[in-house]
């Protein structure tokens, strides 16, 4: 069965330049070609088609970086994950709709509790729910009572380390994650690595063999570095701290990474949103408001700076995570353009085809180009001119069936 989705511009994830007045003709769940919608009769007679005047076709976004257990309405890590797993599991649930509802047709989930991103991946594939894509890390690795040891990833030494990797992989990891530094659990120290270089390179080698990325959870300089040395693919949030309060722009490190073309997610939606919800409590001390603006100046401009010198920016956004509510994620491209001086076209690739390419399933999605599944979005307006479009969603296709609008 074929089916065309027609636009006023289309662009397939590839080629920076929106092809005009064209037409993406599905057969069953995969894209069979692009063609001019003047041409599409011709080619295809009798073809049925679903018209989009005004509107720009593109992939569906790829999301690389959320937490689908977390609800994103504030509380911590600590009080969000008090509840039984069904509870969890059902949250998730809700929030891959909410994702998918978006634009979002492939969700990378970076650290879910035990098993319940498995099992809603099991669900989606089985029918038995709907929802997007997912791809997954399953539990975290971390180090005792590291960042988000809640989810029950901890380890205390390499052959832990290594057997937790293997086991992650054996249960049908996509990725391996690790919480390389500290982050935002309490009791852990968002400047120090939490792993050696041993147990940092056992990670990248486990993944390795399999056939699989690395992404490493890196806030510290410190950690930057040893997760480039060790090779991990992708370095998420990447914010070169020195101390709790100092940062400091490590030009030798971000040409290393620039070299390698790693992948790096700086995650700023999340962090803006904590921003903009910290100036607005009354209770806030001015002293940590302006701390805390001045780290995302920093950041935003980190990002700049390495978007110029080529490295490959991803637009993860951390859903679930503190203030960030699935649903989202367009925000965070216009936040890559607005705060990181991003181009549009740039910041919507960093949405679909650089994504796919990180979590090596450009094969499948990420682009609408032939034998990929037919996950694509359809915009209101021209977002490669006007980024902030990227949000006028009218509709979203899985597999070539319309999902939403």
């Excluded at 021209?382 to 509709?395: G, H, L, Q, W």
């Amino acid at each position: 069965m074929k089916k065309a989705i027609a636009a006023s511009w289309v662009l397939d994830g590839q080629e920076k330049q929106p092809i005009a007045d064209s037409a993406v003709v599905v057969t069953g769940d995969k894209v069979e070609a692009i063609v001019q919608s003047s041409d599409l009769k011709a080619k295809y007679p009798g073809i049925e088609v679903e018209q989009y005047p005004g509107c720009t076709l593109l992939p569906g976004f790829v999301n690389s970086h959320s937490h689908l257990i977390m609800p994103g309405t504030g509380p911590l890590i600590e009080d969000a994950l008090q509840v039984e797993e069904e509870m969890l599991l059902l949250s998730a649930h809700e929030n891959a709709l909410r994702s998918l509802a978006s634009g979002v047709t492939t969700l990378a989930d970076a650290g879910a509790r035990n098993d319940v991103s498995f099992t809603l991946r099991r669900a989606v594939q089985q029918g038995i729910v709907t929802g997007p894509r997912l791809v997954l890390c399953g539990q975290p690795i971390t180090s005792k009572r590291g960042h988000c040891w809640l989810m029950n990833g901890e380890t205390q030494c390499i052959s832990e380390v290594r057997s937790l990797a293997a086991r992650l992989v054996g249960k049908g990891a996509n990725f391996l994650k690790v919480m390389a530094s500290g982050g935002g659990t309490l009791g852990t120290e968002t400047y120090k690595p939490q792993f050696t270089r041993d147990e940092l390179s056992m990670i990248v080698a486990v993944s390795r063999d399999a056939g699989k990325p690395s992404i490493a959870h890196c806030c510290s300089t410190s950690t930057i570095q040893l997760a480039l040395e060790c090779g991990f693919d992708v370095i998420a949030h990447g914010m070169f701290m020195e101390s709790e309060t100092t940062t400091a722009w490590d030009l030798d490190l971000a040409k290393l990474a620039a070299d390698r073309q790693v992948f790096w997610d700086p995650t700023l939606e999340v962090m803006r949103r904590s921003q903009e919800w910290l100036e607005k409590d009354p209770h806030a001390n001015p002293a940590v408001v302006r701390a805390r603006a001045n780290q995302y100046r920093f950041v935003a401009e980190t990002a700049h700076r390495l978007y110029e010198m080529g490295v490959p920016i991803l637009a993860g956004s951390d859903e679930g995570w503190r203030f960030y509510r699935f649903g989202g994620y367009a925000q965070g491209l216009v936040t890559l353009v607005e705060h990181a001086g991003m181009e549009p076209i740039d910041a919507i690739m960093s949405a679909t085809s650089l994504p796919a390419k990180a979590l090596r399933i450009s094969d499948r999605v990420g682009s609408l180009l032939p034998g990929r599944f037919a996950d694509a979005l359809v915009i209101r307006g021209r977002p490669f001119d006007d980024i902030r479009s990227v949000k006028n969603v009218e509709s979203v296709f899985l597999g070539g069936k319309r999902v939403t609008g």
